[in-house]
Nanobody, 128 residues
Framework: EVQLVESGGGLVQAGGSLRLSCQAS????????IAWFRQVPGKEREGVSC????????YYADSVKGRFTISREDAKNTVDLQMNSLQPEDTADYYC?????????????????????WGKGTLVTVSS
C-alpha cells in the first residue's frame, strides 16, 4: 500500500526554522516526483516545492525561493523540506504528494488532479 506521512510541523517564531519530512512507504521515493503543498483554510492549496524523479533542479514557488530547500534522502525513503526565515504568512497545513509520472509540471502548475498520492498533512504555525 502506498502511503505518505508528513512530520516535523509545529509552532515557531518568525525568523525561525523547521524541517518537514515526507516518509514514503509502498514505493521507492526516487521513482516519483514529490511535491510539497500548503493550504490555509478558505484558500486554494498552493504548490511550494517539488523534486522530480530525474536529475534536475528542484522547483520552488516564488514566495519561498531562497528560504526553503527540498531534498531527497534515498536511504530513508524521504523527501525533506528545510524551511528557514519563516514568516507568519508561511502558516499553513503542509502536505506532500507524489506524481507517478515523475515530473513536477502538475505540482507547480496547480494541477492537483495530477498528483496520485497525498499525505494527511502537518501544521506549521509561525508566530509574529
Amino acid at each position: 500500500e502506498v502511503q505518505l506521512v508528513e512530520s516535523g510541523g509545529g509552532l515557531v517564531q518568525a525568523g525561525g526554522s523547521l524541517r518537514l519530512s515526507c516518509q514514503a512507504s509502498g514505493f521507492t521515493i526516487g521513482d516519483y516526483a514529490i511535491a510539497w503543498f500548503r493550504q490555509v483554510p478558505g484558500k486554494e492549496r498552493e504548490g511550494v516545492s517539488c523534486i522530480s524523479s530525474s536529475v534536475g533542479s528542484p522547483y520552488y514557488a516564488d514566495s519561498v525561493k531562497g528560504r526553503f530547500t527540498i531534498s531527497r534522502e534515498d536511504a530513508k525513503n524521504t523527501v525533506d523540506l528545510q524551511m528557514n526565515s519563516l514568516q507568519p504568512e508561511d502558516t499553513a497545513d503542509y502536505y506532500c504528494a507524489a506524481d507517478t509520472g515523475g515530473f513536477c509540471a502538475n505540482a507547480m502548475h496547480g494541477n492537483l488532479w495530477g498528483l496520485d498520492y497525498w499525505g494527511k498533512g502537518t501544521l506549521v504555525t509561525v508566530s509574529s
